[in-house]
Every structure is written in C-alpha cells, then in structure tokens.
C-alpha cells in the first residue's frame, strides 16, 4: 500500500542545496549529513515497510545547536523529524521528502546520577538499558523495559510513552520522568518540572510531550526516577487448553489485588515457534501460556506465587512450573524475549500490531483475529502483555509476494478496529506514526482531533515538526481556530487526506 | 447553571462563550480557596454529573460523572476490596468545610494525591480518560478505557491538575486498585528532621516497599490522632499482613539504635496516614497560611530547618519521604512568599500557596511563576482550549 504523505513543498525541494549550505555553516564539521547514499542510513525507522531520504540530517550535539537548526528551519519553512534510535514500529522517525531529519544520536551522555533523590539526568540518546546500568551497582533501577532497551533511546521512550513487560507494576514512561527540556519548533527552550514529583500549579506539559512522537517538541535533557531493585522474584509458567482459560486467569490475578511484575501470555503459535528457537522447555499440548513474574520483598513472593498458583489451578490450569531461581526464571521469559525473533524464522516478514483492549474481552479478540486470519488468508501469532491488555499479534507475510503487504496491512487495520470496537484503543505502546494514523478517526470524532491539533498548534503553529504523523489530516491552526464542530461532526466531512 | 447531562453542558458553556460570561467551575465547591481567586459573573456546577455509570472490578476501572462524592467513590471500590491508589486528601477542612464532600471531578482537577504519591502517582497518573467541554462549548474525548495506551495525545494528563481551566469534565474514566490486605507503621521517636530524612530516604532506596514515609517535629506530632510525644519519622507498609509484619521486624531490628520504636497496627496506622494525607495536624490554630513545597526528597530536612528558623512561629510536616514539606505560618503579607519560594527554589523545589486570606491570594503568586517562555506557551494552550478565557479565569494565573 503506498502511504499518502503531505505534498512535498516544492521550495523546499528546491531549496535543499542552500538549506544544507546553511546548516553546515551553523553546526560544526561532520554534523551534517546530505550524501545521497549516506542518507540511506536514514531513511526508514523500524517500520521498514516505508522509506524516504530526507533532504539532509543533523546531528546536532548542544541544546543550542538543535535550537539553533528549529529556528533556522523555521525561517525556512523547512520540515524537521526528530529521531531516536529508529526502533520506533509505527513509522514515527519516518522521513519526509522536504524535511530534514534530527538525529540526537550525539546526545549520548548521562549527565548526573542523583543517587540521594533516586533519579538520572541525561541526554535524550542515551540507551533505555544505559539508565539502568548507570544505577545496577546501587541496587537501583529505571522502571520502563522495552523489548528494544539495548538500543532504543531515552528520548524516543518519551515520546512514544515506552512501557515494556514490567509496567503493570512500575509504570510507563510517563510515570517515571521527572523533568525535560525541551526545544520548540521557533527554536525557544523550556524546562518542564524537575527533580520533584509534582509541580506547583503549571500545566502538566512534561505529561503533555510524553507519548507526543515528536510533534510538540525535541527533548535535549530528561531527568527520570529510578527505584529500588525488588528484593526477591519467582515466575510461573502456566499452560491453558484453551485461550479463554488463560483469560479468566488473567482477570482472577488482577481481582485478587496482586499485582505482578509482568504477566506475559502467548498462543499455541508463539509458544512452538519460542520453543524452536531457543528451547525455553515451554510445554507444546497447550492453547495458551502465562508467564507470570512476581517480585518485592523476601516475605511477600511465597505468598503471593502461591495466590496465583491456587488462581490458575481454579482455572483450569494443565500445566503449571514455579521456579524461585533466577536462572530458571530467566530461562522462562527467554522464550518471550525471543519470541519476536522466533517468528521471525518462521516467515520472511511480519508486522507487529499494538492495540490494547479491555482484558476481559480476550478470548473475543483472539477468536477474532483468528477469523480475520482466515479472511486475509495470513498466519497470525499472539504475544500478550496480559496484565495490562496489551496485545502484540504479529502478522506473516512475504513481502516478495505481491499483494501480501497490502493484505497484512489490511488484517492489521482489521484487528485495530476489532480493538475499538470491544473499547480498547489503536496503540499500547509503539504510537500511532503514519501506521494507525488512518485509523485514528475509528477512536476520535472530528471534534477530540481538532482539539488534539489545536494542542499541536500552540506548540508549532506551522506544522512543521513531524507532520503527517499521528493525524489523518492536516488543517491550518488558523482553521482550526475558526472550526466549529458541533455533535462531532465538522462542517466539512470531507476535508481531503494525504 | 448545575447541568445534568452532556448536552446541557456543552450549551450552558457555548452559551456563556456566545454571551461573553465567565464561568466559575466546581465539582462540590470545597476547594475553591485552593488557587487565585476566580473573577467570573456565572457559577457553572459540576455536581449534578454525579454517579458511578461503569465499574468493572475485574478489570480495576470505573467509569463516573466528575460531580460524584468521592466518599461515594470510596464506599462502592471498598465494597469490592479496592481503592484509589493515589489516597485523594480530604482538603475541604482545610478550607474550612465540612469533612467528606469533595467530587473526584475536583481530586483530578487539583491533581491531588496522598502518602501514597511515590510509590503509585497522583490523579493524573490514574486518569485514563475523560469526556470534556471546552471553552468554545465542544464536547470531546480523550484517552480511553484501558491501562496503556499512546493513541493521540495525553491529554488526561494535561486536564489533571488544570484547575478547570481548559475543560469541564463531563465523565471520567479512572484506574483502581486493589486494596491492600493488611497495614502497620513503625515509628521512630525523638529524631531531628535531618537525620529522619536521610533516614527516610534509605528506606525510599531499598527493596521493603513501604507505602508511607513521613516526619512529624514533636510540636506537630502532638495533634496526631494517636498522639505522639516527640517527633517522630513514620515508615508505613502495607500488603499480605504476614509480609507487613516480617518487613516490620526486619526494619525493628535494623532501626534499634536509631531512636525509640514504637508499632501502630491497622486501624491506628490507618488513622494517622488519613491525618497526614488531610494535613489535619496543622489545621488548628486558626487562620494561618499553609504552604505546600513540592521538594527533591533528599532536601526535605534542611528545607524544613531553614524555613523554621527563618519564620517564628511556623509548624510544618513532611511527607513523601521529604519530597512534600506542608507548612502553616501566622499570617504575614507578601514577603512570607518570597522566602519561602527563595529557600524551596535554592533546594530545586517549588511552593504553592494553598490556604489564605483572598487579598493575599490576589496580590501573591498562588502558585509557582514559571519562566516566561513557559508561561507564554502555557497561556497558548490555555487558548486552544479556551479561547476567550470563558472557564475560571484567573485561577492559575492573574493575566488569565
């Protein structure tokens, strides 16, 4: 499916020999990247189904020197795509044709380490897993773990709101940031909140940005919190004949008030193709797989794996292993870790989907995903965050055979309309990016997205800062001031879409 | 005007926007001390969208109208073993109310949050999303139904702790939890502030949980309910009641030579965190003006020594293992603020002036001025929700 993207803007199509002239006059040697083969490097995040070169990218080093580029760009009417590490799934660090992307890729310092108030300031590239390092030998650690935290970034955590399989009991993203810079699209520089857990009566724009994907700002500095390591962890590995067994296992955890560490499941799918790979010892005669980790203090772990031990035999658990020893504990997530691999082996190419429903509605979903893979005539293999009904079905095909993509795409938008329609929501934790932004209209009526690019519009009233992500399409701040929408619906239905 | 139902929302606030009005926004009206004085010609009341319209325990969320009691919140979560993690205080004592009144519209509209606040946030961290209307009289929505979720902007948690000012809260969608089995405290008599925190601050770093840890100057500590007699740091832990009480012993054993230990079980527990999460400690006296000073938690002791020393008369507490400092003063004019804003700002922390006499409240910052580059973009998104300043103008900033 070819993506419909904002219109190039011709002058800054033209433009890009004098933009680059420019830039490299206002950063230092080697920071500016216009090399056609060299910007290859650039030209797709983690959705790799989508590429664009982007008429230069900056690596900027100085807060500075990125207010320095948004304001140029700003006089220039040039685009600007902030980037991370590129891990981002739904296409968030997507270049644009008449944009320039800003790789923050030099900001790759932690620059305290506040060990009497439990927090980190640092650059937005630093490494998920770098903060947790900073801070392992004082028994301490930052909370969010996404798969991606070897090399995902900081920065990009917060602008996609990164969870992980720990978040059910230590947060998101948004949870565990104190503080952050931030630099404006005009090139102004704000500091929201720091070392403190509240403000004193602003506006929460540090909650604002957070899973904002780089329309509203670029983050220089991020202070985050980091907590004490639990005590003590067990796991259990609990197999189900059927999904639906899984499912009120779930809920009767969560009913009883326990409160995991990460409560991961996996279908029949998953659970061989984990297996393959990388031998966990998973059991191969069931429907379904729990794992279940829980961690706190030395007194309380007993008790509570055998809560969740008596839970799953009440639900008619076939299987059940419980282990209080790190390494067996660690061999029972491998399988998990490995699974986004694993199914790698089992096809060419797949697409990660990321919605997140109510977790009752489970066995519904997955009986629907199920139809929809017969429908689109695509394999179709589920991991689970459980605990918070965060769904990751991983849909196979070939992208060498023509049409597939487009047929994943379409079971993908499917699935993501499924999600909606029980009461969950389009993205968990990867964002919207260009990937579910035609999808956004299934959630919100014209009247929660004018308002939503009304915030945009106070913040880069231009548009320039990642346009065409996130939103359908695209209206004038201008316009939207004027736009009265009434009953949800806008005077002019059909604006048209890129 | 006390709307009933959406509708009548959106038109009462349309029609104000059309006919110039401005609107005083409230849930039950308990508050309404905390912030600058609202200038408005119409009272728009909140208390007529009560009710609990979803609650589903197996999936630890409710659905409920902005206008509901919290004690009615409170009551039907505790029928079913659960909670509000984030402990919303009571602060309609504080200015001068009856106990028990306040909405949850108004707990998510001032943000609030409780002892509870490090470990499991404030109401913005509970507030999965919300049907509103804004400014211009536009019912919208945002967030959604479940825990996770990056599908737009979070706007939950800019609405949290915006004082009413961007949108009337039609419907609120929150995050519960379950309610913890068993509670106990230990506490640490006769330490001064600064030991209690550094104290306190170890305890935040290692691996026993505790839900509560806070300090209490002997002078304060007297009006507890259970009346301590010297100062006292409070640790409290909660969860399984045979993991309270191992992590209770373990801590005993650990803290013997830190000062005299003293347990309160359950409900004695329970009554001095309600007292605390209230400030209720501080509320005798009379008139006095409170602060509330938002710290880096290591801070907490030497803030509170300076500022003691430096204003005669004063009492204060800290809560959040010293991320929190509550203080009361004998009423003084501006220059209380100054100092107080000058030794939180030296330490990284920063105050609001929660309690005073409404002339203070219009001359003083009540809250924190931010740098003006932040204030500018504040006022911005002020006008993308509200552009003609139609709902409670003047509460967070006099120009708007």
């Known amino acids: 499916m070819t993506l419909l993207m904002p219109p190039p803007d011709q002058a800054s199509l033209d433009g890009r020999e004098a933009l680059v002239a420019a830039l490299t006059r206002l950063l230092p040697a080697g920071a500016v990247i216009s090399n056609r083969t060299a910007l290859g490097a650039y030209e797709c995040d983690g959705l790799t189904a989508y590429t664009e070169k982007p008429l230069a990218v900056v690596l900027p080093q100085t807060t500075a020197e990125v207010a320095a580029i948004l304001a140029l760009c700003s006089a220039r009417g040039v685009k600007v795509v902030p980037r991370g590490a590129g891990t981002s799934l739904s296409g968030g660090a997507l270049p644009l044709a008449d944009g320039i992307v800003m790789a923050m890729a030099r900001f790759n310092r932690i620059l305290e380490v506040d060990l009497a108030n439990r927090c980190i300031v640092a650059q937005p590239g630093v490494t998920n897993l770098a903060l947790s390092q900073a801070v392992a030998a004082d028994g301490l650690f930052y909370g969010p773990d996404p798969s991606s935290q070897i090399a995902c970034t900081i920065g990009g955590n917060v602008a996609e709101n990164s969870g992980g399989v720990h978040c059910l009991k230590y947060g998101l993203t948004t949870n565990n940031l104190l503080g952050a810079e931030l630099v404006l699209m005009d090139g102004t520089v704000v500091r929201l909140g720091g070392k403190t857990l509240d403000g004193a009566g602003g506006y929460d724009l540090l909650g604002l940005i957070t899973g904002s994907e780089g329309l509203l700002g670029v983050v220089t500095e991020v202070t985050v919190r980091v907590l004490p390591k639990p005590q003590a962890a067990g796991a259990l590995l609990i197999g189900f004949a059927d999904i639906a067994a899984a499912g009120a296992c779930v809920a009767a955890v969560i009913r009883a008030g326990i409160v995991p560490g990460g ?82 082996r089992l096809s060419p190419d797949y697409l990660c989907m990321d919605g997140t429903i109510p977790r009752r509605r489970l066995a519904e979903i997955l009986t629907t995903i199920s139809a929809l893979s017969a429908t689109h005539d695509l394999r179709c293999v589920n991991v689970f965050h459980a605990g918070d009904g965060n769904l990751h079905p991983l849909i196979l095909y070939d992208a060498n055979v023509p049409g597939e993509l487009d047929r994943a795409e379409a079971f993908g938008a499917d699935i993501l309309r499924a999600c909606v329609a029980v009461g969950g929501v389009l993205s968990g934790e990867h964002g919207i990016g260009v990937e579910k932004r035609d999808l956004m209209d299934t959630m919100f009526d014209a009247t929660d997205l004018a308002i939503q690019q009304r915030v945009k519009c106070a913040f880069d009233p231009a548009g320039r800062l990642n346009p065409g992500k996130v939103f359908p399409t695209l209206h004038r701040c201008a316009e939207l001031g004027r736009l009265h929408v009434h009953g949800g619906k806008l005077r002019f239905p059909d604006l048209p879409r890129f | ?147 996770k979720n990056v599908s737009g902007y979070d706007l939950p948690k800019l609405l949290a702790g915006s004082f009413g000012t961007l949108g009337c809260l039609a419907e609120v969608t929150l995050r519960v939890a379950g309610r913890p089995a068993g509670e106990a405290t230990l506490v640490v008599g006769g330490c001064d502030e600064i030991r209690a925190v550094d104290l306190l601050n170890r305890l935040a770093g290692g691996p026993l949980e505790p839900t509560g840890l806070a300090y209490l100057p002997a002078v304060v500590a007297v009006h507890a309910p259970h009346p301590l007699t010297a100062s006292a740091a409070v640790m409290r832990f909660e969860g399984p009641p045979g993991s309270v009480a191992a992590r209770l012993l373990h801590l005993q054993a650990e803290l013997a030579g830190e000062g005299a230990l003293e347990t309160l079980e359950g409900p004695a527990s329970a009554e001095l965190w309600a007292a ?51 203080l009361a003063i004998p009423p003084k004019p501006g220059a209380a603020a100054e100092l107080v804003r000058a030794v939180a700002g030296r330490h990284g922390g920063r105050a609001t002036l929660m309690r005073a006499a409404l002339e203070l409240r219009r001359t003083v910052p009540v809250f924190e001025p931010e740098e003006p580059a932040l204030d500018a973009l504040s006022l911005r998104v002020k006008r993308a929700f509200d552009p003609q300043g139609v709902l409670n103008p003047g509460r967070l900033r006099a120009e708007w």
Request: one cysteine or more.
């Open chain 1, 263 to 344: 409560m991961e499941m996996m279908d029949r799918a998953a659970i061989h193709a984990a297996e393959a790979y990388c031998a966990p010892g998973y059991p191969l005669d069931v429907a379904a797989l729990l794992i279940v980790v829980l961690d706190g203090p030395d007194s309380e772990v007993p008790e509570l794996m055998a809560a969740v031990s008596a839970i799953a035999r009440a639900a008619g658990a076939v299987s059940l292993q419980e282990t209080r020893d790190d390494r067996r504990r660690l061999a029972f997530w491998a399988g998990r870790k490995a699974a986004f691999s694993a199914v790698g």
């Open chain 2, 1 to 147: 005007m006390v709307p009933t139902t959406e509708a009548q929302l959106s038109d009462a606030v349309a029609a104000a926007a059309a006919g110039g009005h401005r609107c005083h926004v409230t849930g039950r009206a308990t508050k309404t001390g905390y912030g600058r004085p609202v200038e408005a010609d119409a009272i728009l009341d909140l208390s007529g969208l009560s009710g609990i319209r979803d609650y589903q325990p197996d999936e630890l969320v409710v659905r409920l109208g902005p206008g509901t009691p919290l004690a009615e919140l409170e009551a039907a979560l505790a029928e079913h073993g659960q909670c509000l993690a984030f402990e919303p205080p009571d602060l309609g004592p504080l200015y001068g109310e009856a106990a028990g009144q306040g909405s949850i519209g108004g707990a998510i509209a001032c943000n609030l949050s409780g002892p509870r606040r490090p470990r499991f946030g404030a109401a913005r961290d509970h507030l999965l999303g919300f049907a509103a209307v804004s400014g211009r009289g536009e019912l919208f929505k945002a967030g959604g139904q479940v825990v």
């Open chain 2, 276 to 326: 605390l999460r209230d400030v209720a400690s501080l509320l005798p006296g009379g008139a006095r003006q409170i602060w509330r000073v938002v710290l880096p938690p290591a801070a907490g002791g030497r803030v509170a020594a300076a500022l003691d020393a430096a204003l005669p008369g004063c009492q204060w507490l800290l809560d959040w293992g010293g991320g929190l400092l509550w």
